[in-house]
């Protein structure tokens, strides 16, 4: 299926490492052009040059921390005139609410939350005046699967959430679709190391964290191309009618709720 994405500029954050890179990879493979924002300069540049040595597409980079002041400016300033801009930075912190004390909880939401607001606030006007765009926001299904040992990010994702499908309520106006994804576990370093913590935390060992998978459905964390293969679509004018909602990744997780 051809999705009509070739030479749309797409703009996606925390770019260099799991969903991230395999947002950069699918987007790629429809011919887009990329501009990549992650704090590590070495995993941008070596991403860059194998996607653009595979798929022939114009890749450009920008290292930089998206907390520190001034970053939403110089983002738009690197790439303000994206057609797509995929909001992908931060990881909020796994524990219960005496696990996360107020600077960690405060961090975690500077970068996903605040980040996700904040640059889409200075992007949308710009999509605005073009009367075209699309936002997509990675978001999780903590924030439908309200979580005691994920209370941090179980909060930021719901609000997020929230913040979604209010802007995106009305963006069709301006002729900008905002969309949520909401992955479940996804096979990445992260989802590795929350479960160290948690398997820490209750069995007594990290090392054991791989029993928890025996939960999920096909008892298996999603792949990142699962998760990254959706956000294409979604960009595409294939989806054109789509706003103000949010896709759950998560094999039925969330639907698999029991009284008992």
């Known amino acids: 299926m051809d999705l009509g994405l070739q030479g749309r ?3 996606v954050t925390g770019a260099s490492q799991g969903i991230g890179e395999s947002l950069t990879r699918a987007f790629a493979a ?3 052009r990329l501009c990549l924002v992650a704090r590590s300069a070495d995993k941008l540049d070596a991403l860059a040059a194998d996607v653009s040595a595979l798929h022939g597409v114009e890749v450009r980079t920008f290292a930089h921390d998206l907390t520190f002041p001034g970053a939403v400016e110089s983002v738009m300033q690197f790439a303000g005139d994206a057609d797509v801009l995929v909001n992908n930075a931060g990881s909020i912190p796994g524990g219960t609410l005496w696990d996360v004390d ?3 909880w405060r961090e975690g939401w500077e970068l996903k939350v605040f980040g996700y ?10 999509m605005k005046r073009r ?3 699309v936002i997509l926001n990675n978001i999780g299904n903590g924030g439908e699967n309200f979580d005691f040992n994920y209370i941090a990010g179980t909060t930021g994702n719901a609000a997020l959430m929230a913040f979604t499908r209010a802007l995106g309520g009305r963006s069709m106006d301006d002729g900008i679709r905002v969309v ?3 992955p479940g576990p ?3 370093e992260r989802i590795n190391k929350v479960l160290r913590n948690r398997a820490e935390r209750e069995l007594g060992d990290a090392g054991r964290y791989a029993e928890f998978f025996s939960t999920l459905p096909l008892r298996r964390p999603a792949t990142v191309e699962e998760v990254a293969d959706l956000f294409v679509y979604l960009a595409s004018d294939r989806s054109s009618y789509t706003s103000g909602v949010i896709y759950t990744v998560d094999g039925g997780l969330t639907s698999k709720r029991s009284i008992a």
Request: with cysteine; hydrophobic share 40%; net charge neutral.
């Open 102 to 104: 107020e600077s960690a």
């Open 131 to 133: 009367g075209t765009g």
């Open 30 to 32: 429809e011919g887009c």
């Open 186 to 188: 996804v096979a990445t």
């Open 180 to 182: 949520g994804v909401n």
């Open 117 to 126: 607001i904040n640059l889409t606030r200075a992007i949308y006007p710009a």
């Open 9 to 11: 500029k797409v703009l």
